[in-house]
């Protein structure tokens, strides 16, 4: 059983920087993907960004133009997701992630239903 804590989120002005830290207890397996979801209210779920922790290999959310990095820590099981330029419409609650994996599609990893893990989420809140 993997358990996740979220922390890092904050209210900032348009602009400003976040570190979001997310902490794997557990134990996170080679094959496992770890990625980083976003829920604005009233709103659907929205795919941020996703780390193979095997290769490393990293894939982002469309809208997200490049101002967000996801790193990993692999001696702490963590997860990092660093966001630049944010943005009222970044403004969400921030959830870590983990999927098993072995899907066959990795655009199955854009969707939530892949990752059987869920953190508690982390506010974020970005003024204009």
């Known amino acids: 059983q993997v358990q996740l804590v979220e922390s890092g989120g904050g209210l900032v002005k348009t602009g400003a920087s976040l570190r979001l830290s997310c902490a794997a207890s557990?134990?996170?397996?080679?094959?496992?993907?770890v990625g980083w979801v976003r829920q604005a209210p009233g709103k659907d779920y929205e795919f941020v960004s996703r780390?193979?922790?095997?290769?490393?290999?990293?894939e982002y959310g469309d809208s997200l133009n490049g101002r967000f990095t996801i790193s990993r820590d692999d001696a702490k099981d963590t997860v990092y997701l660093q966001m630049n330029s944010l943005k009222p419409d970044d403004t969400a609650v921030y959830s870590c992630?983990?999927?098993?994996?072995?899907?066959?599609?990795?655009?199955?990893?854009?969707?939530?239903?892949?990752?059987?893990?869920w953190g508690q989420g982390t506010q974020v809140t970005v003024s204009s």
């Open positions: 557990g134990g996170i397996e080679s094959n496992y993907v």
């Open positions: 992630t983990v999927s098993r994996g072995g899907y066959a599609s990795t655009t199955y990893y854009r969707t939530p239903r892949a990752y059987e893990y």
């Open positions: 780390i193979s922790w095997l290769t490393g290999g990293t």
